[in-house]
């Protein structure tokens, strides 16, 4: 046994790159699916999951088919109050086929002594048809093929961002299929199962694909160099599989205090048997 | 005599054919960068710091503590 993850030693990661890279700014993004089983003691684990990534300063987080489990309004209730920007380009009203979440944002970032940056991320999911869900204001949620949608959006996003990013939470061979076809795409940082790029800057046409695995056993760090006329000069990756080697970062461990035992007496007044959560184990 | 004239010639020579040999046509390569660890541990490497930084994780499916 050798548990890999945990946002303890994601946070001591995160504190150490900054220290690495001390000018460097960072974007710290989620490819979606982050929530737990759709239970009160799941529910309580993907608010202070979210809580937790907050803190460490995550700035924009995808939506998952599997966020929308409970339908719109609960994944609401538990970002409800974060600063996390949610984002979703292909997750759309049935009515009306408008986005149900913002479809894509722009992430002004700047280093110490560096001028600013600013990253356009959009978010997709895999082209589902029969995926129906309850969404906001009696219309449900449907998706809409991801090239389809990010064809229309890539192209306002490129005006305004330097760097064009696509968080993806479908298959690689998904993602190879939106390079070939939407042109104007720096990175799509994806997961999708088990599926764990090297440390190898995979490219297809200009687009560089990295894919972090899945659990948050994971990280993955992108290094980007920009030339002074704005173009992505070279790109370095490192993925973080974070094993007991990775120190856990003790104001994070003390703060996860509280919210596990707020599951742990959930768990209790559910009879101690309640349906196992995916998380924490 | 003849032969001593003879012994340094023949030095000369040698050692002509052997510079000559010895005589560099290609450059080293230089030795690759090699970035040192800049954490402790050694897991985190150090660098120029880029124009941007980019970490991210998914498919977290709530676990706050390590998995497996």
Redesign the interface.
């Known amino acids: 046994m050798n548990p890999s993850g945990g946002l303890a030693r994601r946070a001591w990661l995160i504190e150490q790159v900054k220290k690495a890279l001390p000018e460097s700014p960072v974007l710290l993004a989620d490819t979606g699916n982050f929530s737990d089983n759709p239970t009160p003691a799941g529910d309580a684990k993907t608010r202070a999951l979210l809580e937790g990534m907050t803190r460490l300063g995550y700035q924009v987080a995808n939506v998952g088919e599997r966020d929308l489990t409970a339908g719109y309004d609960a994944l609401m209730e538990r970002v409800s109050g974060l600063p996390l920007k949610l984002v979703s380009s292909n997750l759309v009203r049935q009515d009306s086929k408008e986005p149900v979440f913002p479809p894509f944002t722009v992430v002004k970032v700047q280093g110490k002594g560096r001028k600013e940056i600013k990253v356009g991320v959009l978010g997709v999911v895999r082209f589902n048809p029969v995926f129906q869900k309850s969404g906001p204001t009696g219309t449900n949620i449907v998706i809409v093929p991801p090239s389809e949608a990010l064809a229309k959006l890539v192209p306002e996003v490129r005006k305004q961002a330097d760097v064009v990013v696509v968080l993806a939470a479908l298959h690689k061979d998904d993602a190879r299929a939106i390079a070939h076809e939407v042109p104007g795409i720096d990175f799509v940082l994806g997961a999708f199962a088990n599926m764990i790029s090297g440390t190898e800057d995979e490219v297809e046409g200009t687009t560089h694909l990295l894919y972090v695995g899945n659990q948050g056993k994971y990280v993955g760090e992108s290094r980007v160099s920009i030339a002074p006329e704005g173009k992505i000069a070279s790109v370095a990756n490192y993925m973080h599989m974070l094993t007991a080697r990775y120190p856990d970062d003790q104001a994070t461990l003390d703060w996860m205090a509280g919210p596990l035992h707020k599951v742990q007496d959930i768990e209790k007044q559910a009879g101690g048997a309640a349906p196992a959560a995916a998380g924490g184990h | 005599m003849r032969i001593r004239v003879a012994l340094a010639a023949a030095s000369l020579m040698l050692a002509g054919t052997v510079l000559a040999q010895s005589a560099p046509t290609v450059a080293t390569p230089p030795a690759p960068a090699v970035n040192p660890p ?2 402790p ?1 050694g ?26």
Not at chain 2, 43 to 68: N, Y
Request: with cysteine; hydrophobic share 40%.
């Open positions: 800049a954490s541990q897991l985190i490497t150090a660098g120029r710091s880029p124009e941007l930084e980019m970490l991210f994780t998914g498919d977290v499916v709530g676990f706050l503590e390590p998995c497996g």
